[in-house]
């Protein structure tokens, strides 16, 4: 079962350990991710800990790279919260008591004592990131006026129907305020950027971090919310274009294929699986950055994703990041060599190799 308060009082205790500066939140950059970025950030400098900096990690980069652990380090910040960015092992800055909120499969576990892991992947049903952020912001103090950004990342990660029915208590309520197709207005607006050409969700963590409710992120004129539109006008086109590929088939694998610079790929290996609804889908960007292949894998018949691709999985290199996320939903992003011996031994031609 999910015990929330349990997740919220675990956190509490955390921040116990934490110093006299000022705490940094590390977040992810799609609609759950903001959002949990979005209730800490909110919620910590309510609760004493602020002026508090949230940031997010977007394309290509990680919270336990050299360059993120070398420029934290400068500020010297009290603590560290880390949300929707996964659970590996290693410390983001070494001596920094740090926290990491998720609900991912783990990669790996910390074995540090500095290193508090508050997750949700084993729960049923899974909460997302945001909800465990606004559990953990509740235990602070009041945060029923936060409960819209939890609803925000419900909806992103689960879709409307999927959040209803799996977390009634919180959608319940928050319909009475908020319709659903609100929210999944928003949770589109949200997403946007960081499916753009430039990947920056910043204008995304930035609306959120202010913003009253969904709302303000909808019908917004100022120029984050103006950004959010027209990147979300910009992946559409990507998208369209590329929804006119064919699929290919290679035993239960469905491989659609396409070259942009939008993070299109997961949108497009969704939008087959209701017509390939016996198919593994993955939608693979040979075009999303140089040298490298980005895909996502979905599935309205197979379950655990993760398992069925690390059972067909290359051999891997140091930079070749490979089945991650969630079980019903997951992909990686690897080098051009790997991709092309992964979707050889699926059984694909040359017509699916990466130049």
Not at 129 to 137: D, G, I, K
Not at 242 to 261: D, H, I, K
Request: glycine share 10%.
């Amino acid at each position: 079962m999910t015990d929330l308060a349990a997740h919220g009082a675990a956190f509490a205790r955390a921040l116990t350990g934490f110093g006299s500066n000022p705490p940094v939140v590390l977040c992810h950059d799609d609609a759950d991710g903001v959002s949990a970025g979005a209730i800490f950030g909110r919620a910590l400098a309510r609760a004493g800990y602020g002026p508090v900096d949230v940031q997010v990690i977007g394309r290509g980069a990680s919270a336990w790279s050299p360059a993120t652990r070398e420029s934290l380090a400068s500020r010297r910040p009290g603590g560290i919260v880390v949300t929707d960015l996964g659970i590996q092992a290693g410390d983001i800055v070494p001596g920094v008591p740090t926290v990491l909120v998720d609900h991912h499969v783990p990669r790996s576990l910390p074995d540090s004592a500095g290193t508090t892991v508050i997750s949700g992947h084993e729960d049923l049903p899974i909460p997302t990131s945001s909800l465990l952020a606004h559990a953990c912001a509740a235990a602070l103090g009041e945060a029923r006026d936060l409960a819209w950004l939890a609803g925000i990342g419900l909806v992103g990660d689960l879709g409307a129907r999927g959040a209803s029915s799996d977390f009634p208590d919180v959608m319940a309520p928050l319909r009475k305020t908020h319709t659903a197709k609100a929210l999944r207005e928003a949770v589109s607006l949200l997403n946007a950027p960081r499916r753009s050409a430039s990947g920056d969700a910043g204008p995304a963590l930035r609306l959120l971090l202010r913003a009253p409710g969904p709302a303000a992120v909808i019908a917004g004129t100022d120029p984050d919310a103006t950004t959010l539109r027209a990147a979300r006008t910009e992946v559409r086109a990507a998208l369209d274009a590329a929804r006119g590929v064919p699929p290919r088939f290679a035993g239960p694998v469905a491989l659609v294929l396409c070259r942009s610079p939008c993070q299109i790929h997961p949108l497009l290996a969704q939008s087959w699986t209701g017509r390939l609804r016996r198919q593994v889908v993955i939608g693979a960007n040979l075009g999303f950055r140089p040298g490298y292949v980005h895909f996502a894998a979905r599935s309205a018949s197979v379950p655990d994703l993760i398992t069925f691709l690390r059972e067909r999985a290359p051999e891997l290199g140091p930079d070749d990041q490979f089945a991650q996320g969630h079980r019903r939903a997951t992909g990686g992003q690897v080098r051009a060599d790997t991709w092309n011996r992964f979707v050889a031994a699926l059984g694909f031609g040359p017509e699916a190799q990466a130049a």
